[in-house]
């Protein structure tokens, strides 16, 4: 007799009798109808082996493949000998085929096809037996059932299906694939096509295939295991069909599946592109393109590629565009989602003058002292200002700019300063300032930030200080030098140095100058670095008190020293075209810094300093070229000006004309 091992509890509800009283034990309710997805089956067990009455258990199961040993089901309560499992399922078998179904069971085991018996092992044994069918499973849907009985002894089934896969045997094609749909994917430009999983069991997988529109010829495109498959149309624009095939594992390929249509789109220049100089950059707009997913937007100056940007909008701003200095001319051009390019719009625009910054307003009573700064590097090229006031907020530029005669000076950091006097202000009255640039081609820039003041009462100190004596100026080979007295006002303020160039006729010299340095009160010693290339210079100094009185202001007159500056230019010029643009640059630590601009089928640079002695300029880098955009001469010498070339040399072995620029090395303690 069979014993029972392994045995779960049933769930049972026990209900307390009056004290002394019996226990009532009742079965928990039977559960609700069980429904399992194909090819799952659904299983039932008996207690009997007939398959009568209402099954203890209901549930679902992957395969028919137990092992009972010598008890009973576990999970379920069955006696111990003479109970029966049904296994049964209906599943979509797609184009049918060669199949074998192998059973084997102790005790016995029957399997039906569409409730027709093609196995019956029907017997109490007491080993296991086996037998195998061949049969041929037509297309679509088909139930099986496998019946199972355990009467005594030891108990396990099993039941496999599956398809014959040799060629010899299996000539069923799959069936077509269906649900077939397609669509171009513009953020990969590809056609996009998903199916439904085939239900034939012995499926190996799915071929793609393409045409063009106007053409019978199908191309392969690959294979997969999949439902879903991408294709990148060979040529964008055109109008291509897609097809889906099946293929088993014999090798047996199904027809095409329906035919799906998708139309690629080749993107085109962008229209309506239009740029605008603004102070934060150039703007530029452009009409969006059909099947873009993003654009290039590309700037050049003198043919090396200084801007390469994406957008993936319909807008983009140049914030690093030059100032006023030159226009700035931009490719776009559209980018599908393959990263192929359209042909490319152009447009072009300047972008305007920074706003003048650091602008301060200092009071008098009869006046009020500007100034602002800009620096000629970032902020562009200054062809002139407008000064607005108001006496209220906000300042309106609309109106006339006053009238204020502007003077500049450049500072060592190479910024500009400039200074204009307002004389047509009352005492002790507020007034608010901005400034305005403008261009050589009167594109004016946003306004700065406001400066206010309030001019002081009448009663001030009006007396200059002394107009400045003793100045002279020697040339040297870095620069002019310039000496003077020193002042002995204690209320002195600063020096003003103005630089100019003597205007010579027959009768008189005059030296036209304007504001070139500010210098604290202490200073008598000053060096213009400036290039000895043999002009006449002039100077003066100014001396300015607290109260802002002027020695030279108020007299109009000053000490003025001239002096023709050492000419150290080069005896062998310099040719003109060439693609390099050099900048050297003077190091507080005394060496020279050298860089340049990268210059298209460049293999490396040649870097020269001339040589005054050799009369030519000599080679500072050997037969090694330099590679990269950059050189420090530590070898120049101190105390003169050094003039520099850097040549390209390029993969034909040619050298392009070369590129020059110069840089002074003041003397330490000069």
Known sequence: MKTRTGLRPVSVVVVAAAAGGLLAVEASPASAAVSCASPVFKRQFFANTSFSGTPKKTDCDSAVNENYGTGDPAGVTLPKDNFSVRWSVTRD??????????????????????????????KNVSSTRKKSVNLTIPAGKHSLRVDYAAWTGAANVKLTYTPRTTATVDKVKPLAPAGVTAKLDNATAKAVLTWARNKEMDLAGYRLHRRQDGTSTWTALGTTTGTTMSDLPSTPGRTYFYEVRAYDRAGNVSTGSADQKVVTVAVTAPTGLAAQGLDEGVKLTWNPVPGAVKYSVTRYRNGTLVLGKSATG???????????????????????????????????????????????????????????????????????????????????????????????????????????????TSANTTYHYVIKGFDDGDRESVASATASVTTLASDRDTTPPAAVTGLTSEATEYGIVLDWNANSETDLKRYTVYRGEVLRSDDEAVCSGSEWAYLAPGTTHYVDATLPDGDERCYWIDAVDTSYNSSFKWTGTAQVSSV?????????????????????????????????????????????????????????????????????????????????WVTALLADGSETAPGADWAILVPPGA
């Open 93 to 122: 078998f797609g184009s049918g085929g060669p199949f074998t179904f192998a059973a084997e069971a102790q005790d016995g085991i029957r399997v039906y096809v569409d409730g027709v018996r093609r196995i019956d092992l029907w």
């Open 564 to 644: 023709f500056e050492l000419d150290l230019t080069p005896s062998v010029s310099t040719p003109e075209g060439s693609p390099v643009s050099l900048t050297a640059s003077a190091d507080d630590s005394g060496t020279v810094e050298l860089s340049w601009n990268t210059v298209q089928g460049a293999t490396g640079y040649r870097v020269l300093r001339w040589d005054p002695a050799a009369g030519q300029y000599t080679s500072l880098t050997g037969d090694t070229p330099v590679t990269g955009t950059s050189y420090t001469d530590t070898t120049a010498a101190s105390g003169t000006t050094h003039h520099y």
């Open 314 to 424: 319909t807008t983009y701003t140049d914030t690093t565009a030059p100032r006023s200095k030159e226009s700035s001319t931009y490719w776009v051009k559209a980018v599908d989602g393959a990263g192929r390019l359209s042909e490319a719009a152009v447009a072009t625009a300047v972008r305007p003058v920074a706003a003048p910054h650091e602008v301060t307003a200092k009071p008098d009573a009869d006046r009020v002292d500007l100034s602002w700064k800009t620096h000629p590097d970032t902020d562009g090229s200054y062809y002139s200002f407008n000064v607005y006031r108001s006496r209220s907020l906000p300042v309106n530029t609309a109106t006339e700019p006053i009238r204020c005669d502007i003077t500049s000076v450049k500072l060592a950091d190479g910024r500009r300063q400039y200074s204009c006097e307002d004389g047509s």
